[in-house]
């Protein structure tokens, strides 16, 4: 069975920074276009980083030049490296991949991890 595990959530001051982890367990043969999304009380999942096909970075513009997506695949883990936090950037944060074992592909979340960003 897989499961998605972030960590690294917290409360952090304005300009502080975070790393989140999320690692990926399982019998998996591969992990595709894993990202980050982020949710507030209210109001719909938003992607905030995804890796896209050729380990093309994709960014929302709330977050580019911010915010860093990598991956470690010898550790099936992506982390969200987040710098100059600001307090819009408390949320929920989920991590996303479309997961291939050997007997099916399917999408797959983590349970979230919360980010708060206030003095």
């Known amino acids: 069975q897989v499961q998605l595990v972030e960590s690294g959530g917290g409360l952090v001051q304005p300009g502080g920074s975070l790393r989140l982890s999320c690692a990926a367990s399982g019998r998996i043969l591969s992990i595709n276009n894993p990202g980050w999304y982020r949710q507030v009380p209210g109001k719909q999942r938003e992607l905030v980083a995804r890796i896209l096909s050729g380990e093309i970075p994709n960014y929302a513009d709330s977050v580019a030049g911010r915010f860093t997506i990598a991956r470690d695949n010898a550790k099936n883990t992506v982390y969200l490296q987040m710098n100059s936090l600001k307090p819009e950037d408390t949320a929920v944060y989920y991590c996303?991949?479309?997961?291939?074992?050997?007997?099916?592909?399917?999408?797959?979340w983590g349970q979230g991890t919360q980010v708060t960003v206030s003095s």
């Open positions: 996303n991949a479309i997961i291939a074992t050997a007997q099916a592909m399917g999408t797959y």
